[in-house]
């Protein structure tokens, strides 16, 4: 329902939107937003783009740039002083310099890059670039909006219901069974079920299981509101249409459900996801892989959210100019370069299954969708590796020092050859269980907490030709034509 402050809200927002859409107009300005779930690959992927774009990086694919149109780019102050600036240099230098993964962030973060170049006409131009890094896990809590405590309590608890997650969610739902929703409202009591609920949450994002719907966000990166009211609540077993009693624990926990849309959700979706022009979402697809097809199936869930979230703004707010603009939508699966080149068509062509089953069921207003599977940085070179009588594809690259394989221990100095399996030729394999091909992904035994996929190094720059040394990629060129090539005419 709408009240007189959501009112004046919106007309504040409708003013901003007003003043950017005008300024874009003299100096022509794309948001884009890099998201992703922790580890997905964002901060490299920015360093990555911003690296090549700036030194002239080997980006074919890439109209402007493989046209000689691009005059340089350069760093600017970016336009939210409240956002911290994402840290390119530090990230810049632990990869080239140190050849080492930049430190991750759990938080928002944006960086102005401002290009230079010249138009099909021949007339000099500038482009701006602002890039909005954030966490996937808030992008996943936007459906929320949209849903009451007692429908997100049913929908949390039927998924915790389903494997693999049931036998993580034991402790929780054993205390959820002793909890009365009409009792006194109680904040130990209150206290206990967020904690047992965090805690299966966690236990679901685990690498061995490896899955992505996990709302509420806040409560895997729960930043400085660690232990306030808006994140200590959890479901109850309510009905889908029931009243609580005033004064009770289902009250408490609906109220905070609340706050935390109210201070959490809200001002995320209308500071930083209506403003976006293009999106990028990033998908550790191998990750899913290697935990299973209920990961698998977990993450095409994940994808539908995601794309649902750009519906989600039609319904919240009433002005035209407060929707979700994004008119671009990428899905990239990342780390592409831990798999033989052989198996990066039938990744893209997994991840393009699952977010066609996504884009079947959800409505994304009409914006652009496309699917890679890319490397921001690419670790490892490809080889031929005689095992028996066999020629197996294999890369070859350098393990981070302290990795294990097999029993054998890296010093991060050693150049191995692996054989990372293949992918199945067909895409549908990986959401069946069972399926040959796929099993072979699989992690080995679950005492094995490693991971099968090798954390290689980054890797030396490649030699320059002409041009000065550049980090090499995969297809990191057929996204940024995707993202701005019809922005640099
Ligand atoms: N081999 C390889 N590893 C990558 C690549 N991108 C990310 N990674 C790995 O994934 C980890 C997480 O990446 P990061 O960009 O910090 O993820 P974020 O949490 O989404 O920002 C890194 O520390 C690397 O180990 C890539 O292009 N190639
Ligand atoms: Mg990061």
């Known amino acids: 329902m709408a009240t007189l402050t959501d009112f004046i809200e919106e007309t504040r927002l409708a003013a901003r939107a007003l003043m950017e859409f005008g300024g874009s107009l003299f100096n022509p300005t794309v948001r884009l937003g890099i998201t992703g779930l922790s580890r997905a690959g964002k901060t490299v992927l920015i360093t990555a783009l911003v690296h090549g774009l700036i030194r002239g990086g080997r980006f074919p694919v890439f109209e402007a740039q493989n046209e000689g149109r691009i005059v340089g780019a350069r760093l600017a102050p970016q336009p939210d002083d409240a956002v911290p600036r994402f840290d390119y240099e530090s990230h810049v230098h632990a990869l080239i310099a140190d050849r080492v993964w930049p430190e991750s962030t759990r938080q928002i973060s944006e960086l102005r890059l401002i290009i230079d170049y010249q138009s099909k006409s021949g007339a000099m131009r500038e482009l701006t670039l602002d890039m909005v890094d954030y966490p996937g896990e808030w992008l996943l ?278 054989f990372p399996g293949d992918l199945p030729a067909d895409p549908d394999a990986v959401f069946q269980p069972g399926k040959a091909g796929f099993r072979g992904l699989a992690s080995g035994t679950p005492e094995e907490s490693d991971f099968r996929f090798l954390r290689f190094r980054p890797p030396p720059l490649e030699p320059g030709g002409d041009g000065p040394p550049a980090l090499p990629h995969i297809r990191l060129d057929r996204a940024l034509q995707f993202l701005i090539g019809d922005r640099l005419k």
């Open 141 to 418: 809590d936007l459906p929320l909006l949209s849903k009451s405590f007692e429908t997100w309590s049913a929908e949390s608890l039927a998924l915790s219901r389903s494997e693999p997650r049931a036998p993580l969610a034991k402790a929780w739902h054993a205390d959820l069974a002793t909890l009365d929703p009409a009792a006194p409202a109680d904040e130990q009591a209150a206290i206990t079920a967020a904690r047992l609920f965090t805690e299966y949450l966690l236990a679901c994002r685990n690498e061995r299981y490896a899955m992505s719907l996990l709302p509420p966000g806040r409560f895997l990166l729960p930043g400085d509101l660690a232990g306030s009211p808006a994140l200590t609540f959890a479901p109850l077993d309510v009905p889908a249409d029931g009243v609580p009693p005033e004064g009770s624990l289902w009250a408490m926990m609906r109220r905070r459900y609340e706050s935390y849309k109210d201070v959490l959700v809200r001002p995320f979706f209308r500071d930083h996801f209506a403003r976006l022009d293009r999106q990028v979402v990033l998908v550790d697809a191998l990750a899913a892989f290697n935990a299973g097809p209920e990961a698998v199936r977990d993450l095409e869930g994940a994808l539908k959210s995601i794309l649902d979230c750009f519906e989600i703004g039609r319904r919240t707010f009433v002005s035209a100019l407060l929707r979700p603009r994004a008119d671009r939508i990428l899905f990239a699966a990342t780390k592409a370069d831990h798999l033989h080149p052989s198996s990066h068509d039938r990744l893209e062509a997994i991840l393009r299954r699952m977010v066609d089953r996504a884009i079947a069921r959800a409505d994304v207003g009409g914006a652009g969708v496309d699917v890679i599977a890319l490397s921001a940085v690419r670790a490892t070179r490809e080889a031929q590796v005689r095992h028996g009588g066999e020629m197996l594809p294999s890369i070859v690259g350098v393990p981070a020092a302290g990795e294990t394989a097999g029993g054998r221990k890296f010093d991060g100095v050693a150049e191995v050859a692996v």
